[in-house]
């Protein structure tokens, strides 16, 4: 199972916001390339990095710190934003190793089914949902889709990895949804990575035990239990390995 350490870009600033809320932002670092150095540091392969602006405009506006991180040499994926095929090469040609498709998935399947034939496992698709319906535009709107549908066509069109979020438990340090992951799991054949409300350590465990019976469980975005030091990415990282 894969660890990925979480920057969100918001302004240039590497921050965090409780459940997506744009008035609930604490600011960690000025310069996200100096965490992603030390998550580097700590012996992470990947790193998942959401500009904030992105979501909230429709348009990334922070490629160039996007572009710093993956000059380290780290795997970048990147949400945000990403909501044309010029958008996706331009994040691409910065350096990014898998973008991560929301609203326009949400919006389109055809448009997910064009960037997959293009660019293969490069695609994933971020599925954010709040009481199982998918939230789009930085989660600011909620549809009337279903997650699991949702997440069931996109699996049908060949999308590799689905990023699954759920909205009520991300940034509050409560725990992950459980039974919404595993549902998630059991119902694509796709990778799955977990995403929303890491706390402990013994969240990540619980993960990893998950990963044993679903094996396309790919991995867990971690956060703010990383900036709040409620756990070490290291130990996270050995974890996962077991």
Not at 49 to 62: H, K, S, W, Y
Not at 112 to 136: C, H, P, Q, S, T
Not at 203 to 225: C, F, M, P, S, T
């Amino acid at each position: 199972m894969t660890i990925y350490p979480a920057i969100d870009i918001r302004g240039g600033r590497c921050v965090r916001l409780a459940q997506g809320r744009a008035d609930a932002e604490t600011v960690y670092f000025e310069n996200p390339a100096e965490v992603a150095a030390q998550f580097r540091a700590a012996g992470a392969a990947w790193i998942h990095v959401v500009d904030l602006d992105g979501a909230f405009t429709g348009e990334p506006q922070n490629l160039a710190k996007v572009a710093e991180i993956a000059a380290l040499g780290m795997r970048v994926q990147l949400g945000g934003g990403m909501r044309s095929r010029a958008i996706v090469e331009r994040a691409l040609a910065a350096g990014v190793s898998r973008v991560v498709v929301g609203t326009r998935a949400a919006e389109s399947a055809e448009f997910v089914g064009g960037l997959v034939a293009e660019f293969g496992e490069k695609i994933a698709v971020g599925i954010d949902a709040k009481d199982g319906r998918v939230a789009v535009k930085g989660w600011v709107d909620t549809t009337g889709t279903d997650a699991l549908a949702l997440a069931r066509r996109m699996d049908t069109l060949g999308v590799a990895t689905l990023i699954y979020t759920d909205i009520g438990t991300d940034g509050m340090l409560t725990g992950p949804n459980f039974a919404a992951q595993e549902a998630m799991c059991a119902a694509v054949r796709a990778r799955v990575i977990a995403s929303g409300g890491v706390a402990r350590r013994e969240d990540v465990a619980r993960l990893a035990e998950l990963a044993k019976r679903h094996a396309n469980l790919d991995g867990v975005i971690v956060g703010k239990a990383i900036y709040e030091k409620r756990v070490e990415l290291t130990d996270l990282l050995a974890l996962a390995q077991r």
